[in-house]
């Protein structure tokens, strides 16, 4: 299941072998893993990759973005043009353009290489969404984790302001963008904290 940390991973070894290059051809293999027409961002130059909480964005100038989001099993498989490797490991083959049997889209890019959408439950998707969009759909969101608006007032904040559980409260992506129930039970585990102890009832030290 990625989270915040597994995402941001992709995006760090993703941007330096996408930007600059271009997707050529997307080939559908689950209709419902993507929506959009690719016609609009095929040849078009991928100038970032960015990320808030568990959503990974790939862009196209300032008016164009795929939006991704990996869900529960979803994967980005990277593979080389000249190895045919992906993250350093050989790529599984069960047919003549590599894609295992969980592939859900695949993109071409300029320089050869090869991007995998792969996805075993089909809960993950990817979104074609112009920049107000975007903005639009992740209006809701909670401070990225990593973001200088997440500081440790406003961590406190969130939590002692409500009586939901402490777990529920943690992986609420409208208060802090990026947690998941792993890393939501990891965190109580550290602190001790029972995942049903309501938020409000928190000490200062707890939080």
Do not use: C
């Amino acid at each position: 299941m990625p989270e915040l940390p597994e995402v941001e991973v992709i995006r760090q070894f993703l941007s330096p072998k996408l930007v600059g290059l271009s997707f050529t051809h997307l080939d559908i293999l689950n209709p419902s893993s993507f929506s959009g027409q690719p016609r609009l961002f095929l040849g078009q130059k991928i100038t970032a990759l960015s990320r808030l909480g568990k959503q990974l964005s790939i862009h196209f100038g300032p008016k164009l973005s795929l939006l991704i989001h990996l869900k529960m099993t979803g994967q980005l498989i990277y593979q080389d043009q000249h190895s045919k490797t992906t993250l350093g490991h050989p790529l599984p083959r069960r047919s003549p353009k590599g894609e295992s049997g969980h592939t859900r889209l695949i993109f071409t890019l300029s320089d050869g290489s090869t991007l995998f959408f792969n996805d075993m439950r089909k809960f993950g998707w990817v979104r074609l969404l112009k920049t107000r969009q975007l903005k639009k759909f992740q209006a809701n969101l909670g401070p990225d984790l990593l973001s200088p608006k997440f500081t440790p007032s406003y961590f406190r904040r969130q939590l002692r302001s409500s009586s939901r559980p402490a777990k529920s409260l943690l992986h609420d992506q409208n208060r802090f963008a990026g947690i998941g129930n792993i890393y939501a039970n990891d965190a109580l585990f550290l602190a001790g904290i029972h995942p049903l102890a309501p938020g409000h009832s928190l000490s200062p030290l707890q939080t």
